[in-house]
Every structure is written in C-alpha cells, then in structure tokens.
Nanobody, 126 residues
Framework: QLQLVESGGGLVQPGGSLRLSCVASGFILDDYAVGWFRQAPGKEREGVSCISPVDGSTYYADSVKERFTISRDNAKNMVYLQMNSLKPEDTAVYYC???????????????????WGQGTQVAVSS
C-alpha cells in the first residue's frame, strides 16, 4: 500500500513558525523526489518546495524562498517543511508529494507529482 501522511498543521499568528512532517510508506524513499504543494482557498494547487532523491538539491517557489526549508530523512521515510516568518498568504492546505526520479526538481514542483497525501491545514491569522 502506497501512502503519504502529513502532520503538523495548525493555526499560527503572522511571523510565527510551523514544522510540517510527512511519513511515506510503500516506497524506497531513496528512489523518489519528495516535496510539498499547497492549495489556498479559491486558488489552484502550487508547488512550494521539492528535494532530490539523493544529492539534496532543492527547489523553492519565489514566494517562500528564505522563509521555508525542506529536508528529508530517508532512513525514517520522512520529509519535513520548516516554515518561518509565516504570512497570511501562506494559509492553505499543504500536501506531501512524491515522484520517481523526475527530470529536474523544478519539473516536479511545477507540474503534477504522481503521489499525494491527504493534506494538512495551515492557517496564518491574527
């Protein structure tokens, strides 16, 4: 069974921080690029950040550069998104995503990855 399960979402004030976690099962994580997409109310899903299977190269959407950090722990089948300096426009459902050796990490984060979790809600508000 292939499964991605996110956790760590919640309500936070502007300027605050959250750390999202995702655990993958049914995969050999070393073979897959992983990342995070989000969907805000009334908007389409967008790629937030993705990380390569082995070498650790990363992609970030311009809107989150220098605020969000993606990381992975292949031994634990985990992927994380550390979100700092959160803004109201970061409010969205965040999805853990996974794809098998995409041509580039940017390609993965700007198209539609193969596998998705159910999502975790992040709300940034005063």
């Amino acid at each position: 069974q292939l499964q991605l399960v996110e956790s760590g979402g919640g309500l936070v004030q502007p300027g605050g921080s959250l750390r999202l976690s995702c655990v993958a099962s049914g995969f050999i994580l070393d073979d897959y690029a992983v990342g995070w997409f989000r969907q805000a109310p009334g908007k389409e899903r967008e790629g937030v950040s993705c990380i390569s299977p082995v070498d650790g190269s990363t992609y970030y959407a311009d809107s989150v550069k220098e605020r969000f950090t993606i990381s992975r722990d292949n031994a634990k089948n985990m992927v994380y998104l550390q979100m700092n300096s959160l803004k109201p426009e970061d409010t969205a459902v965040y999805y853990c995503v996974l794809d098998y050796r995409p041509p580039t990490i940017q390609t993965m984060c700007t198209t539609v990855p193969a596998y998705w979790g159910q999502g975790t809600q992040v709300a940034v508000s005063s």
